[in-house]
Protein backbone atom coordinates (compact mmCIF):
# COMPACT_ATOMS: atom_id res chain seq x y z
CA UNK A 1 0.00 0.00 0.00
CA UNK A 2 1.13 3.78 -0.91
CA UNK A 3 0.12 6.79 0.96
CA UNK A 4 0.09 9.39 -1.05
CA UNK A 5 -0.01 12.34 1.48
CA UNK A 6 2.09 10.72 4.12
CA UNK A 7 1.96 14.39 6.08
CA UNK A 8 -1.26 14.11 6.84
CA UNK A 9 -0.52 11.71 9.66
CA UNK A 10 0.50 14.44 12.30
CA UNK A 11 -3.79 15.05 12.32
CA UNK A 12 -3.16 11.68 14.74
CA UNK A 13 -2.52 14.30 17.34
CA UNK A 14 -6.53 14.51 18.02
CA UNK A 15 -6.48 11.13 19.57
CA UNK A 16 -5.02 11.63 22.35
CA UNK A 17 -7.12 15.21 22.57
CA UNK A 18 -10.24 13.49 22.35
CA UNK A 19 -9.02 11.41 25.34
CA UNK A 20 -7.92 14.33 27.24
CA UNK A 21 -11.62 15.74 26.56
CA UNK A 22 -12.96 13.30 29.14
CA UNK A 23 -10.41 13.66 32.05
CA UNK A 24 -10.75 17.80 32.06
CA UNK A 25 -12.61 18.50 35.11
CA UNK A 26 -16.00 20.75 34.63
CA UNK A 27 -16.39 23.53 37.52
CA UNK A 28 -19.62 24.49 38.09
CA UNK A 29 -21.28 27.47 40.33
CA UNK A 30 -21.69 26.34 44.34
CA UNK A 31 -25.25 26.31 45.40
CA UNK A 32 -26.72 25.68 48.57
CA UNK A 33 -29.54 23.08 49.18
CA UNK A 34 -31.18 21.69 51.73
CA UNK A 35 -30.61 17.84 50.77
CA UNK A 36 -28.64 15.99 48.46
CA UNK A 37 -31.09 13.07 48.11
CA UNK A 38 -32.81 14.90 45.15
CA UNK A 39 -29.61 15.05 43.20
CA UNK A 40 -27.77 11.39 42.69
CA UNK A 41 -27.30 11.98 39.07
CA UNK A 42 -25.66 15.14 39.52
CA UNK A 43 -23.01 14.11 42.20
CA UNK A 44 -21.92 10.65 39.95
CA UNK A 45 -21.42 13.23 37.63
CA UNK A 46 -19.38 15.36 39.78
CA UNK A 47 -17.57 12.38 40.60
CA UNK A 48 -17.06 11.32 36.85
CA UNK A 49 -15.51 14.29 36.26
CA UNK A 50 -12.72 14.53 38.90
CA UNK A 51 -9.07 14.98 37.42
CA UNK A 52 -7.14 11.62 37.13
CA UNK A 53 -10.49 9.17 37.91
CA UNK A 54 -9.62 5.88 36.56
CA UNK A 55 -11.26 6.10 32.80
CA UNK A 56 -14.48 4.37 32.39
CA UNK A 57 -16.02 2.80 29.45
CA UNK A 58 -17.96 5.20 27.35
CA UNK A 59 -19.84 4.44 23.77
CA UNK A 60 -19.07 7.89 23.16
CA UNK A 61 -15.36 8.17 23.30
CA UNK A 62 -15.27 4.89 21.63
CA UNK A 63 -17.01 5.86 18.34
CA UNK A 64 -15.26 9.75 18.64
CA UNK A 65 -11.45 7.55 18.68
CA UNK A 66 -13.00 5.67 15.58
CA UNK A 67 -14.00 8.61 13.52
CA UNK A 68 -10.87 10.62 14.38
CA UNK A 69 -8.77 7.48 13.24
CA UNK A 70 -10.76 6.77 10.11
CA UNK A 71 -10.26 10.25 9.42
CA UNK A 72 -6.70 10.68 9.66
CA UNK A 73 -6.67 6.93 7.87
CA UNK A 74 -8.24 8.79 4.74
CA UNK A 75 -6.28 11.99 4.85
CA UNK A 76 -3.32 10.17 4.30
CA UNK A 77 -4.94 8.68 1.22
CA UNK A 78 -3.86 5.33 0.69
CA UNK A 79 -3.72 3.82 -2.40
CA UNK A 80 -3.23 0.07 -3.34
CA UNK A 81 -0.86 -1.07 -6.30
CA UNK A 82 -2.77 -2.31 -9.07
CA UNK A 83 -1.97 -3.45 -12.38
CA UNK A 84 -2.83 -0.95 -15.28
CA UNK A 85 -2.42 -0.91 -18.86
CA UNK A 86 -1.16 2.07 -19.15
CA UNK A 87 2.01 3.80 -20.53
CA UNK A 88 4.42 5.95 -18.45
CA UNK A 89 2.75 8.94 -20.53
CA UNK A 90 -1.15 8.37 -21.52
CA UNK A 91 -2.84 10.64 -23.64
CA UNK A 92 -6.40 10.38 -23.73
CA UNK A 93 -8.53 12.46 -26.46
CA UNK A 94 -12.15 13.45 -25.06
CA UNK A 95 -14.80 13.71 -27.69
CA UNK A 96 -16.65 16.60 -26.45
CA UNK A 97 -18.75 17.79 -29.64
CA UNK A 98 -22.00 17.84 -30.19
CA UNK A 99 -23.23 14.08 -30.37
CA UNK A 100 -21.58 13.74 -26.83
CA UNK A 101 -24.40 15.32 -25.10
CA UNK A 102 -26.82 12.61 -25.97
CA UNK A 103 -28.25 11.35 -23.37
CA UNK A 104 -28.80 7.57 -24.33
CA UNK A 105 -26.47 6.69 -21.54
CA UNK A 106 -26.92 8.61 -18.08
CA UNK A 107 -26.51 11.74 -17.82
CA UNK A 108 -24.56 11.75 -21.29
CA UNK A 109 -21.95 9.99 -23.45
CA UNK A 110 -19.48 13.04 -22.30
CA UNK A 111 -20.56 12.78 -18.48
CA UNK A 112 -19.77 8.76 -19.09
CA UNK A 113 -16.61 9.03 -21.12
CA UNK A 114 -15.72 11.12 -18.45
CA UNK A 115 -15.71 8.63 -15.43
CA UNK A 116 -14.07 6.60 -17.38
CA UNK A 117 -10.98 8.84 -17.91
CA UNK A 118 -11.85 9.73 -14.50
CA UNK A 119 -10.85 5.92 -13.33
CA UNK A 120 -7.56 5.81 -15.87
CA UNK A 121 -6.26 9.10 -13.79
CA UNK A 122 -6.95 7.32 -10.46
CA UNK A 123 -4.70 4.19 -11.08
CA UNK A 124 -1.86 6.62 -12.16
CA UNK A 125 1.53 5.81 -10.46
CA UNK A 126 3.76 8.12 -8.75
CA UNK A 127 6.40 8.20 -11.94
CA UNK A 128 3.42 8.11 -14.48
CA UNK A 129 1.62 11.58 -16.38
CA UNK A 130 -1.15 12.17 -18.35
CA UNK A 131 -2.26 14.66 -21.19
CA UNK A 132 -6.25 15.40 -21.64
CA UNK A 133 -7.34 16.56 -25.11
CA UNK A 134 -10.46 18.16 -26.06
CA UNK A 135 -11.67 16.94 -29.29
CA UNK A 136 -13.92 19.63 -30.82
CA UNK A 137 -13.94 21.79 -33.90
CA UNK A 138 -10.99 23.27 -32.71
CA UNK A 139 -9.15 20.71 -30.62
CA UNK A 140 -7.22 22.19 -27.29
CA UNK A 141 -4.86 20.33 -24.57
CA UNK A 142 -6.87 20.77 -21.23
CA UNK A 143 -4.50 18.85 -18.96
CA UNK A 144 -0.79 18.71 -19.96
CA UNK A 145 1.56 16.24 -19.13
CA UNK A 146 0.82 15.96 -15.72
CA UNK A 147 0.49 13.11 -12.73
CA UNK A 148 -0.93 15.16 -10.28
CA UNK A 149 -4.41 13.17 -9.52
CA UNK A 150 -6.23 16.36 -8.53
CA UNK A 151 -4.98 18.80 -11.06
CA UNK A 152 -6.29 16.02 -13.75
CA UNK A 153 -9.72 15.57 -12.20
CA UNK A 154 -9.90 19.28 -12.32
CA UNK A 155 -8.84 19.30 -16.36
CA UNK A 156 -11.46 16.53 -16.57
CA UNK A 157 -14.11 18.60 -15.14
CA UNK A 158 -13.82 21.30 -16.96
CA UNK A 159 -14.38 19.92 -19.95
CA UNK A 160 -17.70 20.97 -21.57
CA UNK A 161 -19.79 19.68 -24.56
CA UNK A 162 -20.05 21.99 -27.75
CA UNK A 163 -22.39 22.17 -30.13
CA UNK A 164 -19.82 21.70 -33.32
CA UNK A 165 -18.07 18.53 -34.47
CA UNK A 166 -15.02 16.85 -33.71
CA UNK A 167 -11.75 17.54 -35.60
CA UNK A 168 -10.09 14.06 -35.05
CA UNK A 169 -7.23 15.48 -37.23
CA UNK A 170 -6.54 18.32 -35.87
CA UNK A 171 -6.53 16.49 -32.09
CA UNK A 172 -4.26 13.92 -33.10
CA UNK A 173 -1.64 16.70 -34.55
CA UNK A 174 -1.55 17.73 -31.04
CA UNK A 175 -0.67 14.20 -29.05
CA UNK A 176 2.16 13.74 -31.84
CA UNK A 177 3.44 16.72 -31.26
CA UNK A 178 3.96 16.48 -27.03
CA UNK A 179 5.72 12.96 -27.16
CA UNK A 180 9.18 13.29 -26.81
CA UNK A 181 11.51 11.47 -28.77
CA UNK A 182 11.67 7.75 -27.63
CA UNK A 183 8.85 8.36 -24.51
CA UNK A 184 6.45 5.32 -23.77
CA UNK A 185 3.07 6.64 -24.90
CA UNK A 186 -0.14 5.12 -25.41
CA UNK A 187 -3.44 7.06 -26.87
CA UNK A 188 -6.67 6.48 -25.76
CA UNK A 189 -9.75 8.02 -27.85
CA UNK A 190 -13.63 8.06 -25.51
CA UNK A 191 -15.92 9.25 -28.18
CA UNK A 192 -18.82 7.47 -29.90
CA UNK A 193 -17.01 7.59 -33.57
CA UNK A 194 -19.15 10.42 -35.15
CA UNK A 195 -16.41 12.18 -35.85
CA UNK A 196 -14.75 14.37 -38.95
CA UNK A 197 -13.10 12.46 -41.45
CA UNK A 198 -9.26 12.28 -41.01
CA UNK A 199 -7.84 14.97 -43.45
CA UNK A 200 -4.58 14.18 -42.77
CA UNK A 201 -3.37 10.83 -44.57
CA UNK A 202 -0.56 9.95 -41.50
CA UNK A 203 1.03 8.14 -43.84
CA UNK A 204 3.88 7.39 -41.43
CA UNK A 205 2.15 6.31 -38.77
CA UNK A 206 1.60 7.84 -35.10
CA UNK A 207 4.40 8.36 -32.21
CA UNK A 208 2.20 5.86 -30.32
CA UNK A 209 -0.55 3.48 -30.39
CA UNK A 210 -3.79 4.42 -30.06
CA UNK A 211 -7.66 2.52 -28.99
CA UNK A 212 -10.79 3.77 -29.22
CA UNK A 213 -12.90 3.38 -26.86
CA UNK A 214 -16.64 3.41 -28.01
CA UNK A 215 -19.36 5.43 -25.67
CA UNK A 216 -22.88 5.10 -26.33
CA UNK A 217 -25.68 2.45 -27.05
CA UNK A 218 -28.94 3.89 -28.78
CA UNK A 219 -29.35 5.81 -32.01
CA UNK A 220 -32.96 6.68 -31.54
CA UNK A 221 -33.86 10.29 -32.23
CA UNK A 222 -35.81 12.40 -34.04
CA UNK A 223 -34.42 15.71 -35.25
CA UNK A 224 -35.21 18.78 -37.74
CA UNK A 225 -32.39 18.70 -40.69
CA UNK A 226 -33.15 21.17 -42.65
CA UNK A 227 -35.57 25.28 -43.26
CA UNK A 228 -35.76 27.19 -45.74
CA UNK A 229 -37.68 30.23 -46.40
CA UNK A 230 -38.46 31.01 -50.10
CA UNK A 231 -40.00 34.04 -51.31
CA UNK A 232 -42.48 33.76 -54.26
CA UNK A 233 -44.36 36.41 -56.60
CA UNK A 234 -47.29 36.49 -53.97
CA UNK A 235 -46.14 35.37 -50.59
CA UNK A 236 -43.34 33.61 -48.64
CA UNK A 237 -43.12 29.92 -47.22
CA UNK A 238 -40.83 27.83 -45.54
CA UNK A 239 -39.84 24.22 -45.78
CA UNK A 240 -39.04 21.98 -43.16
CA UNK A 241 -37.60 18.47 -42.92
CA UNK A 242 -38.23 16.56 -39.89
CA UNK A 243 -36.60 13.03 -39.75
CA UNK A 244 -37.32 10.16 -37.66
CA UNK A 245 -33.71 8.58 -37.17
CA UNK A 246 -34.72 5.93 -34.97
CA UNK A 247 -35.98 1.97 -35.11
CA UNK A 248 -39.73 2.68 -33.35
CA UNK A 249 -42.39 4.73 -34.51
CA UNK A 250 -42.59 8.13 -33.22
CA UNK A 251 -45.74 11.06 -32.75
CA UNK A 252 -44.81 14.39 -31.25
CA UNK A 253 -45.65 18.21 -31.42
CA UNK A 254 -44.52 20.55 -33.35
CA UNK A 255 -44.45 24.13 -32.46
CA UNK A 256 -44.39 27.27 -35.59
CA UNK A 257 -43.45 30.43 -34.43
CA UNK A 258 -41.78 33.59 -35.81
CA UNK A 259 -40.07 36.44 -33.74
CA UNK A 260 -43.99 38.21 -33.33
CA UNK A 261 -45.35 34.99 -31.69
CA UNK A 262 -47.43 31.58 -32.15
CA UNK A 263 -48.08 30.92 -36.21
CA UNK A 264 -49.12 27.09 -35.88
CA UNK A 265 -49.24 23.88 -33.94
CA UNK A 266 -49.37 20.52 -35.63
CA UNK A 267 -49.34 16.82 -34.80
CA UNK A 268 -46.80 14.52 -36.56
CA UNK A 269 -45.99 11.08 -36.55
CA UNK A 270 -42.92 9.38 -38.49
CA UNK A 271 -42.86 5.79 -39.12
CA UNK A 272 -39.25 4.57 -38.06
CA UNK A 273 -36.73 5.86 -40.61
CA UNK A 274 -39.14 7.92 -42.21
CA UNK A 275 -38.59 11.62 -43.20
CA UNK A 276 -41.05 14.29 -43.84
CA UNK A 277 -41.11 17.47 -45.70
CA UNK A 278 -43.59 20.05 -44.23
CA UNK A 279 -44.51 23.39 -46.10
CA UNK A 280 -45.63 26.40 -43.65
CA UNK A 281 -46.49 29.96 -43.76
CA UNK A 282 -44.30 32.35 -42.93
CA UNK A 283 -45.99 36.35 -42.37
CA UNK A 284 -45.14 38.97 -44.44
CA UNK A 285 -43.78 40.79 -40.87
CA UNK A 286 -41.36 37.79 -39.83
CA UNK A 287 -38.14 38.69 -39.47
CA UNK A 288 -36.91 35.22 -38.25
CA UNK A 289 -39.13 32.11 -37.85
CA UNK A 290 -38.50 29.06 -35.68
CA UNK A 291 -39.81 25.44 -35.69
CA UNK A 292 -39.22 23.11 -32.16
CA UNK A 293 -40.34 19.81 -31.68
CA UNK A 294 -41.76 17.58 -28.36
CA UNK A 295 -40.30 15.02 -28.99
CA UNK A 296 -38.83 14.07 -25.72
CA UNK A 297 -35.64 11.60 -27.07
CA UNK A 298 -32.01 11.57 -26.00
CA UNK A 299 -30.64 14.45 -28.04
CA UNK A 300 -32.15 17.72 -27.93
CA UNK A 301 -29.89 20.26 -30.01
CA UNK A 302 -31.67 19.45 -33.74
CA UNK A 303 -35.04 19.49 -31.85
CA UNK A 304 -34.92 23.52 -32.30
CA UNK A 305 -34.59 25.32 -35.95
CA UNK A 306 -34.16 28.70 -36.95
CA UNK A 307 -33.98 30.68 -40.21
CA UNK A 308 -34.22 34.23 -41.12
CA UNK A 309 -37.37 35.18 -43.10
CA UNK A 310 -36.14 39.28 -44.10
CA UNK A 311 -34.89 39.30 -48.02
CA UNK A 312 -31.37 40.22 -47.79
CA UNK A 313 -30.15 43.80 -49.54
CA UNK A 314 -29.98 42.82 -53.34
CA UNK A 315 -27.11 43.03 -55.32
CA UNK A 316 -27.63 44.14 -59.55
CA UNK A 317 -25.26 41.37 -61.12
CA UNK A 318 -24.74 41.02 -65.37
CA UNK A 319 -24.49 37.96 -67.31
CA UNK A 320 -23.29 38.55 -71.09
CA UNK A 321 -23.31 35.84 -73.22
CA UNK A 322 -24.60 34.16 -75.85
CA UNK A 323 -26.60 31.64 -74.36
CA UNK A 324 -25.48 29.56 -71.26
CA UNK A 325 -28.31 28.45 -69.23
CA UNK A 326 -26.03 26.29 -66.83
CA UNK A 327 -24.58 29.74 -65.48
CA UNK A 328 -27.56 31.60 -65.69
CA UNK A 329 -29.65 28.83 -63.17
CA UNK A 330 -26.70 28.93 -60.86
CA UNK A 331 -26.17 32.67 -59.86
CA UNK A 332 -30.27 32.70 -59.86
CA UNK A 333 -29.75 30.57 -56.71
CA UNK A 334 -28.61 33.16 -54.65
CA UNK A 335 -31.51 34.95 -53.24
CA UNK A 336 -29.72 38.31 -53.04
CA UNK A 337 -29.01 38.66 -57.13
CA UNK A 338 -31.05 40.47 -59.08
CA UNK A 339 -29.74 39.10 -62.45
CA UNK A 340 -29.61 40.65 -65.88
CA UNK A 341 -28.94 38.35 -69.29
CA UNK A 342 -28.03 40.21 -72.04
CA UNK A 343 -25.81 39.36 -75.43
CA UNK A 344 -22.73 40.57 -75.77
CA UNK A 345 -23.53 42.82 -78.96
CA UNK A 346 -26.17 44.50 -76.00
CA UNK A 347 -22.99 45.23 -73.52
CA UNK A 348 -22.13 48.48 -73.07
CA UNK A 349 -19.69 49.44 -69.99
CA UNK A 350 -21.38 50.84 -67.08
CA UNK A 351 -20.34 50.76 -62.98
CA UNK A 352 -24.06 50.09 -62.19
CA UNK A 353 -23.42 46.18 -61.59
CA UNK A 354 -21.84 45.01 -58.51
CA UNK A 355 -20.93 41.97 -60.66
CA UNK A 356 -20.95 40.82 -63.97
CA UNK A 357 -19.93 37.69 -65.55
CA UNK A 358 -18.67 37.17 -69.46
CA UNK A 359 -18.70 34.12 -70.95
CA UNK A 360 -17.26 33.78 -74.37
CA UNK A 361 -16.78 37.72 -74.88
CA UNK A 362 -14.30 39.92 -73.70
CA UNK A 363 -15.06 43.54 -73.72
CA UNK A 364 -12.76 46.48 -74.80
CA UNK A 365 -12.26 47.52 -71.25
CA UNK A 366 -12.74 45.10 -68.36
CA UNK A 367 -14.66 46.69 -65.32
CA UNK A 368 -13.35 48.11 -62.48
CA UNK A 369 -15.50 45.84 -60.61
CA UNK A 370 -15.21 42.18 -59.73
CA UNK A 371 -16.14 39.89 -62.54
CA UNK A 372 -15.94 36.18 -63.97
CA UNK A 373 -14.57 35.78 -67.52
CA UNK A 374 -15.21 32.58 -68.41
CA UNK A 375 -13.19 30.96 -71.69
CA UNK A 376 -11.94 34.47 -73.11
CA UNK A 377 -11.80 34.89 -76.85
CA UNK A 378 -8.41 34.54 -78.59
CA UNK A 379 -6.24 37.42 -78.93
CA UNK A 380 -7.91 39.24 -75.71
CA UNK A 381 -6.28 40.14 -72.81
CA UNK A 382 -6.67 37.57 -70.80
CA UNK A 383 -6.95 34.88 -73.25
CA UNK A 384 -4.55 31.70 -72.51
CA UNK A 385 -2.47 30.09 -75.26
CA UNK A 386 -4.03 27.45 -77.59
CA UNK A 387 -6.01 24.75 -76.55
CA UNK A 388 -4.81 21.49 -75.22
CA UNK A 389 -6.25 18.27 -74.25
CA UNK A 390 -7.14 17.76 -70.42
CA UNK A 391 -7.07 14.59 -67.83
CA UNK A 392 -7.45 14.34 -64.62
CA UNK A 393 -9.01 17.49 -63.00
CA UNK A 394 -7.55 18.04 -59.68
CA UNK A 395 -7.79 21.24 -56.96
CA UNK A 396 -4.68 23.01 -56.62
CA UNK A 397 -5.01 23.45 -52.66
CA UNK A 398 -7.78 20.54 -51.29
CA UNK A 399 -8.56 22.54 -48.36
CA UNK A 400 -9.01 25.56 -49.86
CA UNK A 401 -12.58 27.43 -48.77
CA UNK A 402 -13.38 28.33 -52.38
CA UNK A 403 -14.16 24.42 -53.05
CA UNK A 404 -16.28 23.64 -49.74
CA UNK A 405 -18.26 20.74 -51.01
CA UNK A 406 -16.96 20.79 -54.38
CA UNK A 407 -16.06 17.36 -55.43
CA UNK A 408 -13.86 17.34 -58.54
CA UNK A 409 -13.09 13.40 -58.73
CA UNK A 410 -15.78 12.79 -61.37
CA UNK A 411 -15.34 15.81 -63.37
CA UNK A 412 -13.74 15.65 -66.78
CA UNK A 413 -13.34 18.50 -69.45
CA UNK A 414 -12.80 18.19 -72.76
CA UNK A 415 -10.09 20.72 -73.96
CA UNK A 416 -9.06 24.29 -72.09
CA UNK A 417 -6.82 27.00 -73.11
CA UNK A 418 -3.10 26.71 -72.40
CA UNK A 419 -3.19 28.94 -68.82
CA UNK A 420 0.38 28.27 -67.64
CA UNK A 421 1.30 31.74 -68.97
CA UNK A 422 -1.10 33.53 -66.90
CA UNK A 423 -0.24 35.95 -64.78
CA UNK A 424 -3.78 36.47 -63.88
CA UNK A 425 -3.91 35.13 -60.42
CA UNK A 426 -3.33 31.63 -58.49
CA UNK A 427 -5.27 28.38 -59.56
CA UNK A 428 -8.36 27.12 -57.83
CA UNK A 429 -8.24 24.89 -60.24
CA UNK A 430 -5.72 22.64 -62.06
CA UNK A 431 -4.85 19.50 -64.33
CA UNK A 432 -1.69 17.64 -65.25
CA UNK A 433 -1.87 20.16 -68.22
CA UNK A 434 -2.93 23.31 -67.68
CA UNK A 435 -4.67 25.15 -64.69
CA UNK A 436 -8.29 25.37 -65.53
CA UNK A 437 -9.47 28.36 -63.09
CA UNK A 438 -7.92 30.83 -61.79
CA UNK A 439 -8.33 33.79 -59.13
CA UNK A 440 -7.19 37.16 -57.59
CA UNK A 441 -8.19 39.86 -54.70
CA UNK A 442 -6.60 42.86 -56.34
CA UNK A 443 -7.67 45.06 -57.62
CA UNK A 444 -10.95 43.31 -57.00
CA UNK A 445 -11.55 39.76 -56.37
CA UNK A 446 -12.19 38.32 -59.63
CA UNK A 447 -11.99 34.82 -61.65
CA UNK A 448 -11.02 33.52 -65.17
CA UNK A 449 -12.04 30.63 -66.44
CA UNK A 450 -9.74 29.10 -69.46
CA UNK A 451 -12.47 26.80 -70.59
CA UNK A 452 -15.74 26.69 -71.76
CA UNK A 453 -18.02 25.00 -69.21
CA UNK A 454 -19.84 23.00 -72.56
CA UNK A 455 -16.68 21.38 -73.12
CA UNK A 456 -17.29 19.75 -69.73
CA UNK A 457 -19.41 17.60 -67.37
CA UNK A 458 -18.77 20.39 -64.84
CA UNK A 459 -22.74 21.87 -64.95
CA UNK A 460 -24.10 18.48 -64.49
CA UNK A 461 -22.27 18.06 -61.73
CA UNK A 462 -23.92 19.17 -58.21
CA UNK A 463 -20.67 20.61 -57.49
CA UNK A 464 -21.39 23.48 -60.06
CA UNK A 465 -23.90 25.46 -58.12
CA UNK A 466 -21.98 25.08 -55.00
CA UNK A 467 -18.80 26.70 -56.96
CA UNK A 468 -20.72 29.41 -58.28
CA UNK A 469 -22.26 29.81 -54.85
CA UNK A 470 -19.01 29.74 -53.34
CA UNK A 471 -17.24 32.38 -55.80
CA UNK A 472 -19.78 34.81 -55.61
CA UNK A 473 -19.98 34.85 -51.93
CA UNK A 474 -16.44 35.23 -52.14
CA UNK A 475 -16.20 37.80 -54.59
CA UNK A 476 -19.57 39.38 -53.65
CA UNK A 477 -20.07 38.76 -50.17
CA UNK A 478 -23.47 39.92 -48.76
CA UNK A 479 -23.34 42.52 -45.83
CA UNK A 480 -24.80 39.95 -43.48
CA UNK A 481 -25.21 36.41 -44.93
CA UNK A 482 -29.06 35.52 -44.40
CA UNK A 483 -28.50 31.80 -44.65
CA UNK A 484 -27.85 29.38 -41.70
CA UNK A 485 -24.51 28.72 -40.73
CA UNK A 486 -23.03 25.37 -38.63
CA UNK A 487 -21.91 25.66 -35.02
CA UNK A 488 -18.56 26.92 -34.81
CA UNK A 489 -18.22 28.30 -39.15
CA UNK A 490 -17.06 31.57 -39.96
CA UNK A 491 -19.29 34.25 -40.84
CA UNK A 492 -18.03 37.10 -43.15
CA UNK A 493 -19.55 39.98 -41.88
CA UNK A 494 -19.10 43.25 -44.84
CA UNK A 495 -20.02 46.57 -43.21
CA UNK A 496 -22.15 49.01 -44.68
CA UNK A 497 -20.48 51.96 -46.14
CA UNK A 498 -20.66 54.63 -43.53
CA UNK A 499 -21.23 52.02 -40.92
CA UNK A 500 -20.05 54.07 -37.37
CA UNK A 501 -20.39 50.74 -35.43
CA UNK A 502 -20.89 46.97 -35.94
CA UNK A 503 -22.40 44.73 -32.84
CA UNK A 504 -23.22 41.03 -32.90
CA UNK A 505 -25.84 40.07 -30.57
CA UNK A 506 -25.61 36.04 -29.56
CA UNK A 507 -28.47 34.14 -29.00
CA UNK A 508 -27.68 34.41 -24.95
CA UNK A 509 -27.56 38.23 -25.17
CA UNK A 510 -24.19 38.60 -25.37
CA UNK A 511 -22.66 41.43 -27.43
CA UNK A 512 -19.54 41.22 -29.73
CA UNK A 513 -18.17 44.42 -31.10
CA UNK A 514 -16.35 44.04 -35.10
CA UNK A 515 -14.18 46.10 -36.82
CA UNK A 516 -15.90 48.69 -39.10
CA UNK A 517 -13.18 49.66 -41.52
CA UNK A 518 -12.40 46.63 -43.33
CA UNK A 519 -14.94 42.95 -44.02
CA UNK A 520 -15.01 41.28 -40.79
CA UNK A 521 -15.03 37.37 -39.74
CA UNK A 522 -17.13 36.27 -36.81
CA UNK A 523 -15.67 32.65 -35.43
CA UNK A 524 -17.95 33.29 -31.86
CA UNK A 525 -20.75 30.84 -33.61
CA UNK A 526 -20.83 27.93 -30.97
CA UNK A 527 -24.27 28.43 -29.43
CA UNK A 528 -27.56 27.59 -31.81
CA UNK A 529 -30.04 30.44 -32.48
CA UNK A 530 -30.40 33.88 -34.06
CA UNK A 531 -27.39 36.10 -34.12
CA UNK A 532 -28.66 39.41 -34.56
CA UNK A 533 -25.51 42.13 -36.33
CA UNK A 534 -26.61 46.03 -35.33
CA UNK A 535 -24.76 48.24 -37.97
CA UNK A 536 -25.27 52.24 -36.60
CA UNK A 537 -25.33 54.44 -40.22
CA UNK A 538 -25.51 57.68 -40.29
CA UNK A 539 -26.99 57.83 -36.91
CA UNK A 540 -29.54 54.85 -37.54
CA UNK A 541 -29.54 51.38 -36.08
CA UNK A 542 -29.43 48.36 -38.78
CA UNK A 543 -30.92 45.00 -38.27
CA UNK A 544 -29.39 41.90 -39.74
CA UNK A 545 -30.24 38.34 -38.67
CA UNK A 546 -28.18 35.30 -39.71
CA UNK A 547 -29.13 31.58 -37.64
CA UNK A 548 -26.74 28.59 -36.27
CA UNK A 549 -28.18 25.21 -36.26
CA UNK A 550 -26.90 21.71 -36.30
CA UNK A 551 -28.15 20.73 -39.68
CA UNK A 552 -26.28 17.23 -39.59
CA UNK A 553 -27.78 13.87 -40.29
CA UNK A 554 -24.67 12.10 -39.53
CA UNK A 555 -24.39 13.98 -36.41
CA UNK A 556 -28.55 13.72 -35.57
CA UNK A 557 -28.56 9.56 -36.39
CA UNK A 558 -26.73 9.04 -33.27
CA UNK A 559 -25.56 5.84 -33.57
CA UNK A 560 -22.35 4.66 -32.11
CA UNK A 561 -19.34 3.25 -34.31
CA UNK A 562 -18.46 0.07 -33.44
CA UNK A 563 -15.24 -0.06 -34.97
CA UNK A 564 -12.70 3.31 -36.40
CA UNK A 565 -10.33 3.17 -38.97
CA UNK A 566 -7.58 4.78 -36.93
CA UNK A 567 -3.62 5.81 -38.29
CA UNK A 568 -1.15 3.15 -37.53
CA UNK A 569 1.51 3.59 -34.78
CA UNK A 570 4.65 3.39 -36.19
CA UNK A 571 6.30 2.46 -32.92
CA UNK A 572 5.97 -0.49 -30.54
CA UNK A 573 5.69 -0.44 -27.17
CA UNK A 574 6.35 -3.03 -24.80
CA UNK A 575 6.03 -1.02 -21.53
CA UNK A 576 2.26 -1.21 -20.94
CA UNK A 577 1.79 -4.67 -20.10
CA UNK A 578 4.00 -4.67 -16.68
CA UNK A 579 2.95 -1.14 -15.83
CA UNK A 580 1.80 -0.64 -11.98
CA UNK A 581 -0.62 1.56 -10.93
CA UNK A 582 -2.57 2.71 -8.32
CA UNK A 583 -5.98 2.57 -6.86
CA UNK A 584 -6.99 4.98 -4.44
CA UNK A 585 -9.03 4.01 -1.60
CA UNK A 586 -9.10 6.72 0.59
CA UNK A 587 -12.89 7.72 -0.74
CA UNK A 588 -14.25 4.69 0.82
CA UNK A 589 -12.46 5.39 4.25
CA UNK A 590 -14.08 8.36 4.21
CA UNK A 591 -17.76 7.01 3.34
CA UNK A 592 -17.11 4.65 6.58
CA UNK A 593 -15.92 7.99 8.71
CA UNK A 594 -19.23 9.27 7.85
CA UNK A 595 -21.17 5.89 8.72
CA UNK A 596 -19.38 6.19 12.25
CA UNK A 597 -20.39 9.47 12.73
CA UNK A 598 -24.09 9.11 12.66
CA UNK A 599 -23.35 6.19 14.61
CA UNK A 600 -22.31 8.60 17.48
CA UNK A 601 -24.66 11.09 16.57
CA UNK A 602 -27.43 7.82 17.19
CA UNK A 603 -25.53 6.64 20.32
CA UNK A 604 -25.77 10.16 22.14
CA UNK A 605 -29.36 10.62 21.26
CA UNK A 606 -29.93 7.22 23.35
CA UNK A 607 -27.79 8.27 26.23
CA UNK A 608 -24.76 5.49 25.66
Known amino acids: MTFLAPLAAALAITLPAIVALYFLRIRRPTRIV ?37 LVAAAVQPALSASANLAPHTIVLIDASASMQAKDVEPSRLDEAKRQVGAMIDQLGPQDRMTL ?25 AIAPANGPADLSAALSLASGIVRAGEESRAYLFSDGILEPLRTSFANGLPFPIEYRRVGVSGENVGLTSLVVRAGTQSRAAYLRVHNFGQQPRSFTLEWRSDAGLIDVRSVSLAAGQAQDLALPVPDAANTVTARIE ?106 PLLNNVSLQDVHIAKSQDMHASTFGRALITSLQTPLVLVRDAPFRQVLVGFDIHDS ?16 EWMLPPSVPSRSFHPDETVTIVPENGAKTVTVVRPDGSRRQLATGSIATFADTDLLGVYMVEQTVSGNTDRSWFAVNLFSDTTSQLVPVDRLALPPSKVFSTAQTNHRGLIQVWPWIALLALVLVLAEWLAFHRGL
Do not use: C
Request: charged share 20%; glycine share 6%.
Open 34 to 70: PALDLWPDQIRDRQANVPWQRLRFSWLLLLQLLVAAV
Open 295 to 400: AKDNFGLDDSVTAVARAPRAFHVLLVTPGNVFLEQALRLRTDFQLDVIAPAAYRSSTSYAMTVFDRYSPSAMPDAPFVMVDPPAGSPLAGGAQVGIGRVRASDAGD
Open 133 to 157: IAVQSTARIVGSGSGDHDALHRALN
Open 457 to 472: DLPLRIGFPVLMQNLS
